[in-house]
């Protein structure tokens, strides 16, 4: 299933690569004059039968890639119950349910969207740019050289924060358990802490718990809130760039106005890839820092 997904996705964005030839079509007969308006008319209803098929094909992916991932979660959250039951009571002395909790819900979500939205970000984003960057290459190799001069700056800042942003995740899943662990504590011994008059106690030791959870998700924040807009900046001065010498190139008559809307929309549809990478960064980061987590519990030998 998970393959027809993948396959589905690929005939999804194979269709939104052909919009720009249909309309690069239209404007260049429009421009050279005298034209008939049937004849645009036929590329407006080629798009709207595109639109059909890439509307039917996005659809598909979702169900399939998106039901794949739900599976992949049942499945480990059922070896993980299925192990804690196996376990030695010695495992639960140094273990606190706390922590198990937040395995059992934040990592397991985090793996699900690892293995959904990252598969289609992962796919989508390889196949997207490489036939982009192909047909723009084949079409116009010099003006094309010249406007993805940004794009090797966002492939380093993709793997200078993936490293960061990893290790930052795996912190702020670490305290989540430490403050699922002090509510859990808490509740369950709630009639000995009244007993006792130890509200201000545990008040002051949950608030610490919070604040330390919250200094982590900041700090994880401040990368990922960083990293999405210099993406998009850099990703932005293609269009720039294309402004600069493919607006020449229309004017002394070395590209018609259709290959330019044409070469200025893949360029826009390069951002989705660029986006898609730095998502797909900030989405395995945490898939892999939660499975781990999760693999910690599950292969622990009884």
């Known amino acids: 299933l998970a393959l027809v997904g993948v396959l589905t996705l690929v005939v999804t964005s194979g269709g939104q690569l052909f919009i720009p030839q249909l ?33 039917a094909a996005r659809f598909a992916w979702r169900f399939f890639l998106h039901g794949a991932s739900r599976r992949i979660e049942a499945e480990l959250r059922e070896k993980l119950f299925g192990n804690l039951l196996n376990l030695s009571s010695d495992y ?38 490489l036939a982009i960057l192909i047909i723009l290459f084949t079409r116009h190799p010099r003006l094309t050289l010249l406007v993805i001069i940004p794009l090797p700056f966002v492939t380093l800042a993709i793997l200078v924060a993936g490293r960061l942003m990893t290790k930052l995740f795996r912190r702020v899943q670490e305290s ?24 201000d106690y545990f008040n002051t030791r949950f608030a610490e718990a919070n604040e330390d959870y919250q200094s982590k998700n900041l700090a994880y924040v401040r990368v990922s809130g960083m990293f999405f807009p210099a993406v998009t900046f850099l990703s932005g001065l293609t269009s720039l760039l294309l402004l600069r010498f493919g607006g020449v190139a229309v004017i002394v008559g070395t590209i018609t106005p259709g290959e330019f809307v044409a070469t200025l929309t893949y360029l826009e549809m390069l951002v989705w890839p660029m986006m898609g990478a730095g998502f797909l960064v900030n989405i395995i980061a945490r898939g892999g820092a939660s499975l781990k987590r999760l693999n910690e519990v599950i292969y622990r030998e009884p």
């Open 176 to 199: 989540f358990a430490n403050l699922s662990t002090n509510v859990q504590e808490s509740v369950t011994g709630v009639r000995v802490i009244k007993t006792f008059g130890k509200e």
């Open 92 to 129: 639960y002395r140094e273990t606190t349910t706390g922590d198990l909790m937040a395995r059992a819900t934040n990592d397991l979500r985090a793996v699900r969207m690892a293995a959904g939205m990252g598969l289609v970000a992962f796919v989508d984003g390889i196949f997207m740019t």
């Open 23 to 55: 309309i690069r079509l239209a404007i260049d007969t429009m421009t050279t004059g005298g034209f008939e308006l049937s004849k645009v008319g036929r590329y407006m209803l080629a798009l709207v039968g595109l639109a059909v098929v890439i509307a």
